[in-house]
């Protein structure tokens, strides 16, 4: 059932966020439900796709764990390394800098490397499927981009280093929090000290 669960969660989730990707089918929508019926209809089948990722997820991890593989001790720790550079290109994406000028999409570099780095940490078959479809969809949108004519992304004005070093710097807290916090009370597992 868990397992069921997420993929339902990951095809609605992953699904809403290809069709922005897919220009004629949205200006469609949006020729249908206007701006905010469209954004709000995007919203509520996003949050709806996450919820049943992380119900699913939580599930699967209760009831039904599949193990595929099993990884070495040290992927966990080369997963709380690259974790670093993947929350800080993240945000990145939305403290815009030399950084966001020099990748053009951190983002997307930032969810693939959250998603590689957990698939070496992660031998189960619900982590494989959660992991490798965030990484998969990543990928696809990044090569989705190079044949759109518009940026794909929100109009955020560009900075420069100074906003470098704010993205760093909150991507660090954020990392923090997501290792000592986030993670073990949320997801159930610690990151540090295992």
Known sequence: M?????????????GVHTLTTQRDARAALIGKFGR??????????????????????????????????????????????LMLPAVILVVASYIRGRIYTTLKHPMLAGIKLWAAAHLLANGDLGSIVLFGSFLA?????RISL????DAGAPPIPVGGPSNDVIAVAVGVVVYVALAFAFHPLVIGVPVVGV
């Open 2 to 14: 868990g397992l069921g669960l997420l993929i339902l969660g990951l095809v609605l989730f992953l």
């Open 36 to 81: 905010g019926g469209y954004m709000g209809l995007y919203a509520l089948a996003s949050f709806a796709g996450l919820a049943l990722i992380v119900w699913g997820y939580s599930v699967y991890r209760a009831t039904g764990w599949i193990d595929v593989w099993s990884p070495p001790v040290a992927f966990r720790h080369v997963t709380l390394l």
């Open 137 to 141: 969809w990543a990928v696809y949108d």
């Open 146 to 149: 190079k044949h759109r004519a």
